[in-house]
């Protein structure tokens, strides 16, 4: 079982770090995972009992580790927020920040005598990092050693004792001002995916005797009937019972054209209703509606670390330790070993410690992922988690189910064929009766052409893969594929389209042609994909090879396989698996029940969240709300330009740091220098991650 804290005020990846390898050594603990940019800590136990117990030790554990994170349960995180940034907003400490660095211009200014320079720095030095050193102390006491509040403290304190006091001073107000712009950074990644939350309706409209009553939308049940005005959030999904209007999904799907909706059309949660009054008959309860799912998939966007994340945070906490080790050393031995002054290896070891944090890659390789996820949700992708976008990146085998993926899934009649003294009516009317239980697109679109009311069947069986056996009139009507009618004598037509074959007691009595075509957007998509570096397409599919072969052709599909039931797609999947290159990753796009397996078993799995089953959604590991295919190339843009800025990001931070810590050991780097390998890096690093929130669409 699994409960969620928020760790409000954490801004500090190295400090999420801590909190997560500690919280996963906790009694009881099975897994402890800390999203810093939603500021969550999700744990993970076998006793539901211990979690009141967990949130006191969480508690101790934040407190010594960032005295100023505020825990709590994930439910009264608003009311914690809330009295946090009102603690925030307290101008005192921009003040005496201010005053510090007025301090420290007058001292680089005016020539002064030694004891009067000493004075006005020393007093500048308390006022801008005073707080800094204040919590290293803190940190010390606690056995928390390496972090960068102990780095800064001891580099420029070490700065003060050899008489440099321009530059220890100089250190701590650029980490204080590098510390402000990684702050504003991770405010501005975390407002690209909280923004989403907007979209979380306040009220229902809620039609009863007594007229509409303002309600929860929890409270709402499925079939009860609301109110939507002009200008408010449509609450629930449902179906319009009366009116006319033009709905904006923008938040939804990333799309800015508004939708028209009439009586009978769908609406989805989350929409704004433009125009017209609208009385929507509710049918999912809230917790299963289009925008609580949405919630719930951007609130744990960031759950699934990619391996450089993890990688990275394992880095940190043993590179810093390390440099330290390294800068006591080299302002120990050289001095007894080749003679001579101590101050001099001092001042090459300050430059170590202050050039050593790993701030730069702790911070910025988290905020390239989540600036990546909150990208791709304003195009209408929702992407799980940073290990699911980091995979993206990788595809060379695409693979899609047919109906509603690649083709619009609105199936029309186009061919009455009766036979064996069966009227175009009567065998219409069959199909229209034996296909009333099932909610299939085919079997919808039959009982649509059929256009009178229907229901007179009983006995209903579900052959899966096959069709339908019923009773209508006493008699045994079988509607479905040819595998249905085994041992009937009929002949198959030649023709393109979805064949729907009917039998009355054992007789046979014609055939209805469905037709589906391809989606606008899905040949584009194709293209799309091989321009950005798929090697191979295919399609799954149950509908009969002829179709699936005229859809292939037509949107140029390397591969087509037809005639499937839900457990042989996965038998083909595994085929492809096998055709695919060692690094390469294979994805699934599906939106129907019987795809969850599939969806399951991909690399990625990436469900249509417009028209998708809650189980391919549930099942997917990225959603598509617009349903169009071509938003997969899309998506495996941001994921590469993702991927691309986190290796700058590493090559670049790395690079600078190595190269300033040998020009330090040497004594050719200063403190000036040190001061940009650590908090010139980490701005540019956080600078250069921010990139991943600004991909173009196509």
């Not at 959603?623 to 941001?638: C, F, G, Q, W």
């Amino acid at each position: 079982m699994t409960q969620a804290y928020t760790l409000d005020g954490l801004c500090c990846a190295n400090c999420a770090a801590k909190i997560e390898h500690r919280a996963t050594k906790l009694n009881g603990v099975k897994s402890a995972t800390v999203d810093m940019m939603a500021q969550k800590l999700t744990i993970t136990a076998d006793d539901p009992s211990r979690f009141p117990a967990l949130l006191k030790e969480i508690t101790q554990i934040a407190a010594r580790i960032e005295p100023d994170i505020t825990v709590s349960l994930i439910e009264k995180r608003e009311s914690a927020r809330k009295a946090t940034a009102e603690e925030r907003k307290s101008p005192l400490s921009k003040i005496l920040m201010g005053v510090g660095v007025v301090l420290f211009a007058a001292g680089m200014a005016l020539a002064l005598d030694p004891r009067a320079e000493l004075a006005i720095f020393f007093a500048s030095y308390l006022l801008i990092g005073g707080k800094v050193v204040l919590c290293a102390l803190k940190n010390i006491s606690k056995g928390q050693i390496f972090d960068e509040n102990f780095l800064m403290t001891i580099a420029t304190i070490g700065a003060f004792a050899i008489g440099e006091y321009p530059e220890g001073v100089a250190v701590m107000l650029f980490y204080q001002v590098g510390e402000a712009f990684q702050s504003y950074a991770v405010g501005r990644s975390r407002k690209s995916i909280t923004a989403l939350m907007d979209i979380r309706p306040d009220f229902a409209n809620l039609v009863t005797p007594n007229g509409t009553e303002r309600v929860s939308p929890e409270d709402v049940s499925v079939g009860d009937f609301i109110v939507v005005k002009p200008g408010e959030k449509v609450p629930l999904d449902g179906a319009v019972a009366e009116g006319r209007s033009a709905l904006d999904t923008s938040a939804l799907t990333g799309e800015s054209l508004p939708r028209d909706v009439s009586p009978g059309d769908e609406v989805l949660s989350g929409s704004i209703n433009k125009s017209g009054l609208l009385t929507i008959e509710v049918k999912k309860p809230f917790g299963e509606s289009t925008v609580s799912k949405i919630l719930e998939l951007v609130q744990n966007a960031s759950d699934a670390k990619a391996p450089v994340e993890n990688f990275i945070t394992k880095f940190a906490r043993y590179y810093t330790p390390a440099v330290v080790l390294a800068a006591v050393a080299l302002a120990v031995i050289p001095p007894l070993v080749l003679g001579g002054g101590f101050a001099g290896w001092i001042n090459r070891a300050l430059v170590f410690l202050v050039v050593s944090c790993p701030c730069a890659l702790v911070i910025s390789i988290p905020l390239s992922f989540f600036g990546g996820i909150g990208g791709a949700s304003r195009h209408g992708i929702l992407v799980k988690g940073s290990h699911y976008l980091d995979a993206l990146h990788n595809v060379d085998t695409a693979v899609f189910d047919k109906t509603g993926t690649l083709t619009k899934g609105v199936f029309t009649v186009t061919k009455i064929a009766p036979a064996n003294g069966f009227s175009a009516d009567k065998l219409l009317a069959l199909a229209a009766e034996a296909e009333s239980g099932s909610n299939h697109p085919i079997a919808r679109s039959i009982v649509r052409a059929y256009g009178q009311p229907v229901g007179g069947a009983s006995e209903y069986e579900e052959v899966a893969g096959h069709g339908v056996r019923v009773k209508i009139g006493g008699k045994t009507v079988l509607a479905g594929n040819a595998k249905l009618l085994d041992g009937i004598a009929f002949e198959e037509p030649d023709t393109v389209g979805t064949v729907i074959y009917l039998a009355v007691d054992g007789v046979f009595a014609g055939h209805i042609v469905i037709a589906d075509e391809a989606k606008s957007d899905s040949k584009k998509a194709m293209a799309a994909l091989k321009a950005v570096g798929v090697k191979k397409t295919a399609m799954l599919t149950g509908d009969s090879r002829a179709v699936a072969q005229e859809i292939g052709r037509e949107l140029g599909l390397d591969t087509v396989c037809a005639e499937l039931l839900p457990q042989h797609k996965v038998e083909q999947l595994e085929k492809l698996f096998e055709t695919k290159s060692g690094k390469g990753k294979l994805l699934f796009v599906g939106d129907g029940i019987n795809d969850a397996p599939v969806l399951a078993r991909a690399d990625i799995g990436v469900a249509m969240g417009g028209g998708g089953s809650d189980a391919a959604i549930e099942a997917a590991d990225v959603v598509l709300m617009t349903d169009e295919p071509s938003k997969i190339a899309h998506a495996i843009r941001i994921a590469k330009k993702t991927r691309t800025i986190v290796w700058q990001n590493i090559a670049f931070a790395l690079g600078v740091k190595g190269v300033i810590l040998v020009l330090g050991a040497l004594g050719i780097a200063t403190m000036w220098e040190a001061v940009f390998g650590d908090v010139g890096v980490a701005l540019i690093a956080v600078l250069n991650a921010m990139r991943a929130m600004r991909v173009a669409a196509p």
